[in-house]
């Protein structure tokens, strides 16, 4: 027999988190899955000084387990590891299956399913991760202020990124794989009017140095197919975000690049009545952990709002 909820919640990150909070509050009872990574990307994140509330900083993982448990004290049901791998958004009634293979009915659904950054596949990277470099120049380039740094891509991400650096680092390097810059004009003439910023064509980093700490990058140009190393302080990896909606493709409205779209600017509102998107499924340009507990507070009132009007009590 199925379980029946009148809010269900896919995904725990400061959205879904914020939204179980809301909803709960408001005695929706909500369902919450974490999915694999419970907690999301702030899970990798070490230093997260920009949160509020948190004048001395907080861990990633700590600031998570602070909104986990502020969740679990209104009532809201967390099955953690657990992953939603199918949906059905046919009726006025959702229905979801789990990994383990639950079925779950839901009047409200909310998706709070988050965003993978993209990387560029190196051992070096993956073991450096958090100690230099960073997909996020808004969230750890305070930690490097007045030292040497990379960014790496060459859309508009890695040019902001690049961008924002430049107020806070003396030399910022930009690693662009082709000849050109995919960025915006105005984004390019940004960089290009930079006098601290040195772009470097045709080049991918073939290895990134440093025991315990960033040190250095082996670059290497992909015309001549000539080596050089830099010492720098930090990599910032600008190349893009996946948002994690790939189970929503048959359903969900989203733009070309999968990140989810609202169906009312200024609501959480999808185009399936009932359903609610929030946090960096639907944000390709804040993605930051207080702008996602804010579509997850928007999101849990819509989904309050949703079922008065549908007389669901």
């Known amino acids: 027999m199925a379980k029946h909820t009148k809010c269900l919640i896919i995904g725990s990150g400061p959205a879904g988190y914020t939204a179980a909070i809301y909803a709960s509050r408001a005695g929706l009872n909500p ?139 003396p030399t910022v390097h930009l690693f662009v794989r082709k000849n050109e810059l995919r960025a915006s004009k105005i984004m390019q003439d940004r960089i290009f009017k930079s006098t601290n910023i040195t772009v470097h064509w045709n080049t991918q980093i073939d290895e990134i140095l440093g025991e315990d700490h960033v040190s250095g990058v082996r670059i290497l140009n992909n015309k001549t197919n000539e080596k050089a190393e830099l010492n720098l302080d930090a990599v910032f990896v600008a190349i893009g975000h996946k948002p994690n909606t790939d189970i929503f493709n048959d359903w969900i409205t989203m733009d070309e690049t999968g990140y989810i779209t609202v169906a009312h600017p200024g609501t959480s509102k999808t185009n399936i009545p009932g359903v609610f998107a929030s946090g960096d499924a639907a944000d390709k340009i804040y993605r930051q952990a207080v702008t996602a507990a804010g579509t997850g507070c928007m999101a849990a009132l819509d989904a309050e709002r949703y079922l008065t009007e549908m007389g669901i009590h």
């Open 31 to 169: 369902v919450l899955y974490t999915g694999s990574e419970p907690g999301g990307q702030l899970m990798i994140t070490t230093e997260v000084e920009n949160f509020p509330g948190y004048p001395d900083g907080v861990v990633g993982p700590a600031l998570m387990e602070d909104l986990r448990r502020q969740a679990e004290r209104f009532g809201t049901e967390i099955n953690i590891g657990v992953l939603i791998e199918k949906v059905d958004f046919t009726g006025p009634v959702h229905k979801v299956w789990t990994d383990a293979g639950e079925e779950v009915h839901a009047d409200t659904v909310i998706i709070a399913t988050g965003a993978s950054a993209k990387w560029l596949g190196l051992p070096s990277e993956q073991r450096l991760t958090n100690h230099g470099v960073s997909a996020c120049a808004v969230c750890d380039g305070f930690f490097f202020r007045g030292k040497t740094v990379a960014v790496v891509g060459g859309g508009d991400t890695a040019c902001e990124e690049a961008s924002y650096l430049s107020k806070l680092c």
